[in-house]
């Protein structure tokens, strides 16, 4: 299995940019790193998914370094409603799915 | 359109009990995959299936088992329940037939499994 790991918990106010950093280990060279968001008693939604260099979207940006060894989720300006739990998701050498443990974000007003 | 969607939402085992935990895919989506999300930890890989094939195994014991059926429904069965078999279970549809981590993955509500 792909060893991810996050940390475990990062507090922001609202209007700050919120930068998550994902490192992962044995991950297949040809396939996506992707990040999903998770609030209470809901399941995972996807915010953002990318192979290389820097993707944005309208809620996140994403970055991978060559060596993709790691992976960086930026939320820029968090919102009260930007609280939750999320997680990087990779694909292992073994062709497995892997989660990482979830970083806690909470935003304060 | 309907999103995925699981059955039974909550239900109660107890140890040495068998369960069979239901899933429908989005309309048009022909892979399913399950997960185990134990409280305050990710989910883990559980199953993936297109087409009806298993695609990807996680590190589960032989207990758990599951297939897909001709409509791309699903079904997870877990046999001999344990107290550690507790949890949210996740089931979730893509375009893609895996094993890969290509695409977004639409999530269910979960399955939320107590086993006393």
Partial sequence: ?109 | DAGVTQSPTHLIKTRGQHVTLRCSPISGHKSVSWYQQVLGQGPQFIFQYYEKEERGRGNFPDRFSARQFPNYSSELNVNALLLGDSALYLCASSFFQGPSNTGELFFGEGSRLTVL
């Fill in chain 1, 1 to 109: 299995l792909a060893k991810t790991t996050q940390p475990i918990s990062m507090d922001s106010y609202e209007g700050q940019e919120v930068n998550i950093t994902c490192s992962h280990n044995n991950i297949a060279t040809n396939d996506y790193i992707t990040w999903y968001q998770q609030f209470p008693s809901q399941g995972p939604r996807f915010i953002i998914q990318g192979y290389k260099t820097k993707v944005t979207n309208e809620v996140a940006s994403l970055f991978i370094p060559a060596d993709r060894k790691s992976s960086t989720l930026s939320l820029p300006r968090v919102s009260l409603s930007d609280t939750a739990v999320y997680y990087c998701l990779a694909l292992g050498v073994d062709y497995k799915l892997s989660f990482g443990a979830g970083t806690t974000v909470t935003v304060r007003a």
